[in-house]
């Protein structure tokens, strides 16, 4: 079970930390990953932390504003967005995936993720 917490609203070039906690004793060996949705618009990946090593990857446009990181220690991902854009505007989801893959792109689909939280509002104004 994956709970979102974090969004709001704040202004452009604000910033907000979003954090997903997660229940179950392997969170440790799960790709975490946040994608978003907008009205209208088809769920996109944000950006993706791997179990080993931490390995992380971003959608383009947010490379360099957001940070996802994982504290497994206490079974939570968080996505630090700072700079945030009107465009940033959308409901946010975690998602987990215990499955593996020799392409670290997988990992930015909706199909490798098994778990996904309930999502968190993120509203930015100019």
């Known amino acids: 079970q994956l709970q979102a917490s974090g969004g709001g609203l704040v202004q452009a070039g604000g910033s907000l930390r979003l954090s997903c906690a997660a229940s179950g004793r392997t969170f440790r060996s799960y790709t975490m990953g946040w994608f978003r949705q907008a009205p209208g618009k088809e769920r996109e990946f944000v950006a993706v932390?791997?179990?080993?090593?931490?390995?992380?990857y971003y959608k383009d446009t947010v490379k360099g504003r957001f940070t996802i990181s994982r504290d497994n220690a206490k079974n939570t991902v968080y996505l630090q967005m700072n700079s945030l854009k009107p465009e940033d505007a959308a409901v946010y989801y975690c998602?987990?995936?215990?499955?593996?893959?020799?392409?670290?792109?997988?990992?930015?689909?909706?199909?490798?993720?098994?778990?996904w939280g309930q999502g968190t509002q993120v509203t930015v104004s100019s």
């Open positions: 998602a987990a995936s215990g499955r593996s893959s020799r392409s670290d792109n997988y990992f930015k689909t909706t199909a490798a993720y098994d778990y």
């Open positions: 932390i791997r179990p080993i090593g931490s390995i992380t």
